[in-house]
């Protein structure tokens, strides 16, 4: 395993000081909408990433916002249409142009309603915490409202877990026989945060925020090429008690080699009530964590994912910089052993 990372990089500087940083291993994509990729583009952006000695590995191909607001993939986890058909011919062509361009993989999300959050936090030093409470989400009357209003912004309308799995296996059985034809890794990101087995948001059984439900995920279609971007933030969140509970999820997933991207992360709390925080401030013990990884032959990225809001100019690459040393150290710590 090695350090990694992923965000859009659009000046060569960003470049070369991921390279100055020891980072040359990344995810990231076209800023092209989707129905506007091609092989030649994806080649073209993997040789920029290689003229600063940088291997790029992976790209996003549906990202994380709510569903409907994205017209090129917004349809592929709501209900049948013709629309659906379309989006998934088009991932399809994505996964293709992927094998034909040497990625090793894709990562996307299965969330209709996107990323659940509520107010931010102070942190450490007056840092801006990313923050999750269920109790005050219930608060804001979103799942008070009558039945006939609660869908004006999401008109897809409600989804229980019977009917998100008989979405996600459709979507399965479409993709990974390309995935397997093209050799290409497909894996998918946690709905972030879960909020409990049989607790819905807007109507929508957020099946992919739980553990089981990615236990559920990798059994639908038994492939080398299902997998996870096992985000340890997100499955932190879901857990009662991450510290104790998270290194058994690590090695359940890592054992059977369904472990293809690591976000690193860590968090204060647990399911339904969180702060995300600094690596070396949260509940989980990081080095223990990456120890696991080793232990259950992972072999891919360890990369940041979210980082506290800080003070001061390019807050993010400040943020992700610090995250990068910190992961650097603990691979070395990791190694020595």
Request: glycine share 10%; net charge negative; charged share 25%.
């Amino acid at each position: 395993m090695y350090i990694g990372t992923q965000g859009s990089f659009s000046e060569d500087v960003d470049l070369e000081v991921l390279a100055q940083l020891g980072v040359v291993n990344i995810d990231t994509s076209p800023t092209q909408p989707l129905n506007e990729w091609t092989t030649d583009l994806l080649i073209a952006t993997r040789e920029r990433c290689d003229r600063f000695g940088i291997n790029l590995e992976m790209m996003h191909m549906i990202g994380s916002g709510n569903a409907l607001k994205n017209s090129t993939t917004g349809a592929i986890f709501l209900k049948p249409s013709d629309e659906r058909e379309r989006q998934l011919d088009l991932v399809c062509d994505v996964i293709r142009m992927a094998g034909e361009a040497g990625l090793r993989g894709l990562n996307y999300n299965i969330t209709i309603l996107g990323h659940l959050r509520t107010e931010r936090s102070p942190g450490r030093g007056g840092a801006s915490l990313s923050t999750f409470d269920y109790a005050e989400l219930m608060d804001k009357g979103t799942e008070r409202e009558p039945e006939e209003t609660r869908f004006s912004e999401f008109q897809d309308g409600p989804a229980d877990a019977d009917e998100m799995w008989e979405r996600i296996d459709h979507w399965l059985q479409r993709v990974i026989p390309v995935a397997e034809e093209y050799k290409v890794q497909i894996a998918c990101h946690p709905s972030d945060p879960g909020i409990g087995y049989g607790t819905t948001y807007r109507g929508v059984d957020r099946v992919l925020g739980m553990v089981d439900g990615f236990k559920k995920l990798i059994d639908l279609y038994d492939s080398p090429y299902n997998g996870l971007n096992f985000c340890v933030g997100c499955m932190s969140e879901s857990l009662e008690n991450p510290a104790e509970e998270i290194y058994d999820v690590i090695r359940y997933f890592g054992e059977r080699k369904k472990i293809f991207n690591v976000h690193f992360r860590n968090i204060k709390g647990g399911l339904r009530k969180f702060v995300e925080v600094f690596p070396d401030e949260g509940d989980v013990d990081m080095l223990k964590a990456l120890r696991t990884f080793k232990e259950v032959g992972y072999p891919y990225m360890i990369m940041p994912d979210h980082v506290p809001q800080i003070s001061g100019p390019e807050p993010r690459k400040v943020g992700f910089s610090y995250i990068f040393g910190y992961i650097h150290a603990l691979m070395q710590a990791v190694n020595e052993n």
